[in-house]
């Protein structure tokens, strides 16, 4: 376990930026900003500096600077590609809100060559890979100095078609977060709790697992384990974002703490829950874009309040 404090707290992420349209029983949003990056860095911004690394096609409707006005979100990495167009994404939502339905998926400059890291942002002490495929995210880190901790997400998708990269990223990051059929698939085990310990014993010395309206679990490689339920939102209207908005607030808490020992793990994860929550309760960003830090803080609070026996 990582003990030792960084240098800063600087909190680099590089993921996708998108054109989303969603449906959920709830209501619908048309060609609304949505992309893991974008998720994460307002989530993040609520507790430390985002530096962010992205690409669009010179076809994106929305202004990133206007949308980020307010938060501490460096942009000098976002890249406005020239002649290429922006990722689109399509979905539906389900009754139980769990299930959801890719309808339509224009990868667009996502299948293109990566965004390259600019110089100011290669002494980034912490990193957060947000989902794309392995490769590109080893590419990615490898445009970095010296970083303290290093984060990623993945798919079933990579661990379907893209196993072996997958792996070799394991093997180089200090954590991954995953969904529950994620866990299972890549350990191949059913039972959670030992499927996070065998992508532990894969390389990443911390594994969490998010397991949705369910909460989330923790597995670390010295045997710790840490479990929380999800925070009671009563008001759930769009999921989407809810997975990176979570990672930010894990990744943003630990670069704000500059520490990664067990007491804080357990309170990031905890942060992490209670950003989600804000991002489920409306469309696209609407929901978490407007939460300050006072408002996470009392709903951390009333969460631990009803984890408290």
Known sequence: MIKEKANDM?????GSIGIDTIRTPHGAS???????????????????PVRFVGVVGDDCPFDLPEVFKGRDVDLRGLEVRSGSK?????????????DRTTDHVELNVLQEAPPRVPEVFRDSQFVFLANTAPALQMELLGQIAAPVFVAADTMDLWISDALTDLKALLRKIHCLIVNDEEARLLAGR????????????????????????????????DGS??????YPATEVRDPTGAGDSFAGGFMGYLAQAQTTDFATLKTAVAYGT???????????????????RKDVDARLNLLRDCTRF
Do not use: Q
Request: glycine residues 8%; hydrophobic residues 55%.
């Open 10 to 14: 600087s909190l680099l992420v590089t």
């Open 30 to 48: 048309e060609r609304c900003l949505g992309g893991s990056s974008v998720y994460f860095s307002m989530a993040a911004s609520l507790f430390t």
């Open 86 to 98: 922006t990722f689109v994404w399509h979905g539906t939502y389900h009754d139980n809100m769990n």
């Open 190 to 221: 059913r039972n959670l709790i030992e499927a996070a310990a065998a992508v532990v014993a894969m390389g990443p010395r911390i594994v969490i697992v998010k397991k949705g309206e369910a909460g989330s679990l923790m597995c670390l490689a």
């Open 225 to 230: 384990r840490f479990v929380l339920p999800a």
């Open 274 to 292: 209670v950003v989600a929550s804000f991002t489920i309760a409306d469309f696209s960003l609407a929901g978490l874009a407007g939460a300050t």
